[in-house]
């Protein structure tokens, strides 16, 4: 399965990935997660991406997509994937159309979890509490909102298109999203 897994900020993208990741026995692989490893290691890497991230600002399309591109060459990689946090762009989305290509298979499914903005706040605060992230500060929160509205949801309709979107109610219990997720994907597998 080679799978994208989008929707806003605070939509609980990172939580979802590792269920359904391990449910296919896939890697989940996050570009967020990789742009903050990075920056916790002070890499070339990780210093110019915190300039974005700080702000609430995507990372330039041209280091991350060399960045996803290195992921999904590596091993575990080779039988699927899920990507989580990618492409956020319309270059992103033709980056990885290429990348999937050139490995002779194809996207099989794009789940967006959709969800109320004022809970996303909500919620973004709370895990600011827990977590210490620094681009959970209320500012920087609306500015990431608006920059998904902006370059990332015009990408739902270019999957609906397709015929590769699963859209599922983000909002509720973590267990009631991760089941509606599993029985939508269990029948993309099966079509
Ligand atoms: P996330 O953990 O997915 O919310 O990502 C945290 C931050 O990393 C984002 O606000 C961006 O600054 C950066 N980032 C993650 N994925 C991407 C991407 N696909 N394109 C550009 N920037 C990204």
Redesign the pocket.
């Known amino acids: 399965m080679r799978m994208i897994l989008m929707g806003p ?1 605070g939509a609980g ?2 939580t979802q990935a590792k269920f359904v990741a391990d449910h296919f026995g896939i890697p989940a692989i ?4 990789i ?2 490893f990075n920056v916790s290691e002070g890499t070339p890497l990780g210093v110019e ?1 915190k300039k ?2 700080d702000a ?6 041209e280091v ?1 997509n060399l960045m ?1 591109r290195n992921r999904i060459d590596e091993d575990d990689a080779k039988p699927g994937f899920l990507l ?6 319309l270059a ?1 989305v033709e980056e990885l159309d290429g990348m999937v290509k050139f490995t002779g298979h194809e996207l099989d499914a794009v789940v967006v979890l959709t969800a109320d903005a004022d809970e996303l706040v909500a919620r973004l605060l709370q895990r600011a509490q827990v977590e210490g992230r620094a ?1 959970d500060t209320e500012d920087v929160i609306r500015r ?1 909102q608006e ?1 998904y509205a902006e370059q990332t949801e015009p990408l739902i309709e270019v999957y609906r298109d397709r015929g590769l979107l699963v859209e599922i109610d983000g909002m509720g219990d973590v267990d009631d999203v991760t089941g509606r997720i599993f029985a939508a994907l269990d029948a993309v597998r099966q079509s």
């Open positions: 900020p993208k990172g996050s570009t967020g997660d742009f903050r991406a974005y991230m609430g600002e995507y990372v330039p399309d991350t996803v989580d946090g990618y492409p956020r762009t992103q681009d990431r920059v």
